[in-house]
């Protein structure tokens, strides 16, 4: 499935539409270095870090997106580098496990 | 055997919002120059973790990538102090020292040095008051 196709069907609110990429499963962590360490490219990757490392970790690891649980907020720094990176940045008001529950009944 | 490219990159003590920098830089070069995406990527980990080590631990310190004709990766972590106490500890998962701030962006997971230990294909750490060198080596796996 494209990210693209990911968002439609989950409804999660786009603030960085970055390339349009591939998406095979989810990872959902906040230990940037236990993300680093188990995230795998490809996989959206479920958050509530909004600071410019999450951009790193996220370039680095290769997923294919950002989705910032709990209403969180990016910060327009880390939007920017975002952008620089073709990197799609997603907004989700639900809590981690629903967000993760939502992108399972979306096929993901 | 001989070193067919050197390059340094320089880490500052602290300087979060450039954490990534040096790791993205260096993967950008390996694939540029054809090295797999599998060695480019267990590389960017190691040089990640290396460079949030320096952030949040160290005086800052440099990294140096080099490449031997034989395609044999070799990156250098060297940081300016003020070492690590007891690297045995250093190297079991989940044990930190990070600092509350760092802890609360994220960092401080226990798996830094760890997760370089198993990225690499050679793993060497030596440790004093004046600095820690890590010095590791990358090739293909089969």
Not at chain 1, 31 to 41: A, D, I, T
Not at chain 1, 48 to 57: D, F, K, R, T
Not at chain 2, 97 to 104: F, G, N, P, Q, R
Request: hydrophobic share 40%; with cysteine.
């Amino acid at each position: 499935m494209k990210v693209s196709e990911m968002i439609e069907k989950t409804g999660f609110k786009t603030v960085v539409p970055g390339e349009d990429r591939e998406v095979n499963g989810v990872y959902c962590g906040d230990l940037l270095s236990w993300v680093m360490g188990n995230g795998q490219p490809e996989q959206a990757w479920i958050t509530v870090q909004s600071h410019l490392n999450v951009i790193a970790v996220a370039v680095l690891r290769e997923f294919s997106c950002i989705v910032l649980a709990e209403n969180a907020e990016f910060p327009e720094e880390v939007i920017e580098r975002a952008k620089n990176e073709g990197l799609t940045l997603l907004y989700s008001d639900l809590p981690v496990y629903e967000t993760a529950v939502r992108l399972f009944k979306a096929g993901v | 055997m001989s070193v067919i490219y050197q390059k340094t990159y320089n880490v500052e003590k602290d300087d979060y919002a450039n954490a990534g920098l040096v790791s993205s830089l260096i993967k950008q070069s390996l694939r540029t120059i054809g090295v797999s995406s599998a060695v480019s990527r267990r590389v960017a980990v190691a040089v990640y973790e290396a460079e949030i080590n320096m952030i949040i631990h160290a005086y800052g310190g440099t990294i140096t990538l080099e490449i031997s004709d034989d395609g044999a990766i070799r990156l250098i972590a060297s940081d300016l102090g003020p070492g690590i106490p007891d690297i045995q500890k250093a190297l079991t998962p989940g044990f930190s020292t990070a600092s509350k701030k760092a802890m609360e962006l994220g960092f401080g997971a226990g798996m830094g040095l760890p997760n370089i230990k198993r990225n690499a294909d050679e793993f060497h750490i030596e440790s004093s008051p004046a600095g820690t060198v890590l010095d590791l080596k990358f090739q293909e796996r089969e």
